[in-house]
């Protein structure tokens, strides 16, 4: 029989040398967000993140907290796992690059490719970023590499590089920090020699990067030539935290190196080809814009290296824009993060769907792709327009209404069924998830959300036209009964629509018509009417209450 693909969904492993920041919550809500969406299709997914752990520059943090790296990264794992379950990140498996599951397959890799002969030992002079875990050779530095922001960075001369000021290191081209001098002596993975088949892969698959101006970023890198080669090995004398290359007792591997293969090591690329072939090829990796470069340059040519086919390549990398403070992006380096338990616990405090609030506001603010201004503002505007004058009041409404006109039981749509005045809102409902499917085909949250809050805004301008109050009072019961069921049936429709944005606040929504269980599938949500007649609503709650953070704000 034949195995279907599972939709495989990645996020990048986040240092442990610090606490989670918005940034890393930014990726890991996006991901879930599509896994969950895929989930309501009726789709297999498996959404992997995970933590990187080897490395300088985790070891010198472990240093600066006096602990043994093991130690230390043992426990600063445990923030990101408490944040992903705040969050309701739902994720299938989470990979610490420490576990033995990984190193072990990391090393067999290795093998494999040093009995293939594919990795060369040599010696280069050049300069190394240890908080971004990156060496640069003297050539790329004098080319002016595209930087992280994909402007190209002034050549070398203009910034200050040893000879132009007396002493002071180059920067790095990517992050702006100085550089170190460094000899790397080790095992080195081609570059260049593959550098033709990458443009081919790239030309040949224009959906390989999104956004496009990511793909575009990445098809002008590949106009200069590569680096001869990449450095993978690390040597033991100068970075003991890392996985011992079985082959050469003084090196451990490149922190870059190790972690990229946990997109392939996870699904059993080494021990177990069954289940990587259901997995394999990633259907998505999601990462942030800085690490485009290992993502679409080193990672495909690590891959094509192993032998894997261009039909094997990840399908879509798609790297969002930053969140920034002010004009600047935020980073542990710069010490401007927002920590999004303080968001959640003193900004949102007093809302019981705090972090669906929370992904909300990170998926609905910025267009996937590009970057944002994170402020308390914005989110508290954004908390107070859409979620509580719209979406709650319309939900706080409806069952109010069915409530009081009702006894509490939801009222069929009296026949002949829907006037002409419920048209438009009924057809715009379920049109929802055929509009959802499309923005999220574009992996466009934003525009998702725009559409669902929408119907939200249509419904409540529905409620001021057709006034229920006033058919109650003049007992027009069979309209009545019509109005207040197209309100129910349309919040049904988005109570699932909003699941994979908001799964708290969309299983709140459902149980409060007193549906059963959670939204499950999307593909059914069209039906209408889908609300069994004369059904009991739940209890009611005020979703997004007005509290003092925000009525002070
Ligand atoms: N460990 C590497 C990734 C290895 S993947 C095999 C790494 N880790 S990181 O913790 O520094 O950052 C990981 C990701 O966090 C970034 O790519 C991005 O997805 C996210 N962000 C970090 N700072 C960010 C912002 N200020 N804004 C948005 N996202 C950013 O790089």
Redesign the pocket.
Known sequence: MAMSKTIYITT????VNAAPHI??S??NVAADCLARYHRLKGHEVFLLTGT?EHGQKIAQAAAAAGQLPQVFVDSVVERFVALWKTLNVAYDDFIRTTQPRHTNAVQAILTKLYQDGTLKRASYQGWYCTPDETFWTEAELAAGVPSRTGTPAPPHAERGAPGSVAGAPPLCPSCQRPLESAKEEGWYLPLRAYQAWLVSFVRANPMFVRPESRYNELASLLKQPLPEHLCITRPKSRVSWGIPVPFSPDHVTYVWFD??L?YITVPGYVSDPEQFLRLWPADVHF??K??LRHHAVYWPIMLHALGLSDDRMPKLIFA?G??KIGEQ???KSLGNIVDPSVVIGELLKGQPYAPDVYRYFLLREVPFGQDGNFSEEAISTRLESDLANDLGNLVNRTLSMIERYCDGRIPSAAPPGCAVEDEPLRQAATALPSVIDQAMARLDFSIALDAIMSVVSQANRYIESQAPWQLAKTSHTTRLHTVLNVLAEVLRIVAVGLEPFMPSVATAIWEQLGLEGAPQQLCDVARWPGIPPGQNIGTRQVLFPRTEAAATS
């Not at 990048?12 to 240092?15: A, F, H, Q």
């Open positions: 990048p492993l986040y240092y940034g890393h930014y990726t990187d972690a990229l946990n990462i942030g800085d690490i969002h930053w969140w992006k935020m980073s």
